[in-house]
């Protein structure tokens, strides 16, 4: 019940804008679903006028980025983790001078191509789609050609690694294999690689250790404790932090922000999802960044233009964009 109110209660129009950073400070969302952010604001739409709620505007493509650059967000790397989705990534940054892409098969998509993975311990049915029939090996056969088509286009391997949130064993394995061949693929194209690590800190250090990390290795969406941050401070890792580095809860993310330092440090959204506080639950997209720059800048007792020009700086370095 409690659940049911909390839904019918729940504001899906746009949060408003935050203030614009300071002028000559920009920055690039380093990790962001823009292309899933449409259909996503699509959906809110319906379900507001659905429940009566005022009228809630479908952005385009375009507009979303024109909206994040009046705010200082000058960039962003379109994240393309599905068969399906490689391409509308390469296409947008083909279409935009500021738009990039990262491309790999997501660990959970990869158990599901040639219908390998047997349903999780929690017995749901595998949502098996119509380009799980493509092999893995084919599925990560087609990121390498299209990483090596377009060069400029395409800047990193990910989102790749391990989700152990609702995976069983068999699955398991299964994600550490293709993890593997992904950080073979970062290493053979000289790119780097972009992490999703949900509830499986330990593997997903474990296999980067065993079989040797990329030398630009980026956890994004940084979800780890201290320690973690140790271990990646002594490997070099880098640390992409979303909106979750504002939410109450997280005070090991942003301890983990002050031991890495700004040099090791990136901002995200991961847009649609994790939008920053204080607009949890709405829907996300890169004007939303300078909200978790404010809440990086709180964690470090830094201006915002310091921490968005540090995260710029270390941006520039792991991808080589401007
Ligand atoms: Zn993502």
């Not at 746009?14 to 959906?43: G, I």
């Not at 709620?53 to 375009?62: A, F, I, L, N, R």
């Not at 980026?218 to 320690?227: A, L, N």
């Amino acid at each position: 019940m409690a659940r049911m109110s909390k839904k019918k209660h729940r504001d899906r129009s746009w949060a408003p804008a935050p203030e614009a950073l300071p002028a000559d400070t920009q920055v690039v969302d380093n990790h962001t679903h823009v292309a899933s952010v449409v259909p996503f604001a699509r959906a809110m739409s319906h379900e507001a006028m659905e429940k009566g709620q005022p009228e809630v505007p479908v952005y385009s493509v375009d507009e979303l980025l024109q909206q994040a650059a009046s705010v200082g967000v000058t960039g962003i790397i379109d994240c393309g983790c599905e068969l399906p989705n490689l391409m509308t990534a390469v296409d947008m940054a083909r279409e935009h001078d500021h738009v990039h892409a990262a491309l790999a098969i997501h660990p959970n998509e990869a158990v599901h191509h040639g219908h390998r993975a047997a349903p999780g311990p929690d017995g749901l049915p595998v949502k098996y789609q119509p380009w799980h029939d493509v092999s893995f090996e084919d599925a990560l056969a087609e990121v390498h050609r299209l990483a090596v088509t377009y060069p400029k286009q395409v800047v990193a391997i990910g989102e790749t690694g391990m989700d152990l949130f609702r995976t069983g064993e068999q699955a398991k394995e299964l994600q550490r294999e293709a993890f593997r061949a992904h950080i073979a693929l970062a290493k053979e194209l000289g790119l780097p690689m972009q992490i999703h690590d949900r509830d499986s800190h330990k593997e997903v250090i474990e296999t980067l250790l065993a079989d040797g990390a990329p030398e630009r290795t980026v956890f994004h969406s940084y979800s780890g404790d201290v320690e973690m941050a140790e271990i990646a401070r002594d490997h070099g890792w880098y640390l992409s932090f979303s909106g979750t580095c504002s939410y109450k809860g997280n005070d090991g993310i942003r301890e983990s922000l002050r031991i890495v330092g700004l040099d090791h440090a990136m901002v995200e959204t991961d847009a649609p999802y994790l939008t920053p506080m204080p607009y949890r639950g709405r829907t996300n997209a890169p004007y939303m960044i300078p909200y978790t720059l404010q809440a990086m800048a709180d964690t470090l007792d830094m201006s915002i233009a310091e921490v968005a020009c540090g995260t710029r700086e270390t941006t520039r370095k792991v991808y080589g964009i401007e």
